[in-house]
């Protein structure tokens, strides 16, 4: 069984979200001996290829129109929301959330031509549609309901053993609560920040931690920034290495993600098999991937935030709780069972084309 897999998308100097999860799929399905894994790349991208090389340690192939014409037993898989192959063979695409169609988390030009790339790819002649979790999967079936007996949920990992780690230190930081992930306005650094000064008006001792680089609303976020009254309680750590994002969850005292959407939310998870507790929104897929293992707050009130993050902080036993449980919640999902799954999508067709 031979698969397509594109990684035109990839960014080896800067590798977050989707990329963790082209990566970590990627080097599993590698592994595999019932699988020949070829990575594919866009002609755009041609300066890109030897750096990308390098760092997948194989050869990549590019795509022409006509890549995949009279392969047997051969799919093409665009893990990043895009279908750049032609029908000779069968085509898998995995969505990661539907946040293009959400108005108020997109600049203008963006949503409109999100949704336009998005439709243009769902409506194409797709044998399969993997999520990655069940909320993502009612919101591609809310917008195209036909697409229900070809989308599978396969649910991400969160482990953290590649690439190998190495330790994250920062003598200024001290003991602090973390937020991680890009700092746009649907991940909502805001209301971290309100919730923080709460507890800078009641003295803790701790510092802020909001590690990652701008998005959308960034300057709605940097004014902010500018009015909290403690600036010396506050580091932006831009862009984390992923092969440092483990020790900053390990030191740190709490991780606190109120997002007002994911797809997902891998940065949850990690932080659970960490042993760092967590706080996070009390609803849609946060909801789903936590379960019990979690204090969950309304992502719009500050102030249920910086409840749940006193109770945390003023409770050994909760803290610990927390870590039990948000380690055996974590324990639940894993690359490996991602990769079984998805593998088993690609046998049902190919069954099914043969």
């Not at 047997?72 to 539907?98: C, E, I, S």
């Not at 439709?119 to 697409?147: D, G, I, M, R, W």
């Not at 324990?331 to 069972?337: I, L, Q, R, S, V």
Request: some cysteine; aromatic content about 10%.
């Amino acid at each position: 069984m031979t698969i397509y897999f594109d990684i035109s998308t990839l960014n080896p100097d800067k590798v977050t979200g989707v990329g963790v999860y082209m990566l970590q799929l990627w080097e599993r399905l590698r592994k595999r001996t019932d699988l020949v894994v070829i990575p594919v790349l866009k002609l755009s991208r041609i300066k890109k290829r030897a750096k990308l090389e390098q760092f997948l340690n194989s050869k990549i192939q590019l795509i022409w129109p006509w890549t995949g014409m009279g392969s047997k037993n051969a799919l093409y898989h665009g893990p990043d929301f895009k279908v750049l192959m032609n029908a000779f063979l069968p085509r898998v695409v995995t969505v990661h959330d539907m946040v293009v169609f959400e108005k108020s988390y997109n600049n203008p030009a963006f949503y409109t031509k999100g949704i336009k790339e998005l439709t243009q790819v769902l409506n194409k002649k797709l044998n399969a549609v993997v999520v990655n979790s069940e909320f993502t999967k009612s919101e591609v079936l809310k917008h195209f309901p036909e697409l229900k007996q070809k989308t599978h949920v396969t649910y991400l990992g969160c482990d953290r053993t590649y690439p190998p780690q190495v330790p994250f230190e920062d003598d200024r930081l001290g003991k602090y609560i973390l937020f991680l992930g890009t700092l746009e306005k649907r991940k909502n650094p805001v209301a971290v920040l309100d919730a923080f000064k709460i507890l800078c008006d009641q003295g803790t001792d701790l510092k802020l931690v909001l590690a990652g680089t701008w998005g959308y609303g960034e300057n709605e976020i940097k004014q902010a920034l500018v009015r909290f009254p403690y600036p010396d309680r506050v580091f932006h750590l831009n862009y984390v290495p992923n092969n440092q994002v483990a020790g900053l969850f390990k030191n740190a005292q709490a991780f606190v993600f109120p997002s007002l959407y994911e797809g997902f939310g891998i940065p949850v998870l990690e932080a659970m098999s960490l042993g760092c507790p967590v706080i996070t929104s009390d609803k849609g897929v946060l909801r789903e991937i936590t379960g019990d293992a979690a204090l969950h707050a309304s992502p719009t009130e500050p102030n249920e935030i910086a409840q749940s993050l006193i109770r945390l902080l003023g409770s050994e036993e909760l803290k610990q709780s927390l870590i039990t449980k948000g380690r055996i919640q974590a324990a639940k999902f894993t690359w490996d069972k991602c990769a079984e799954e998805t593998v088993n999508i690609y046998k049902s067709i190919l069954k099914a084309t043969i």
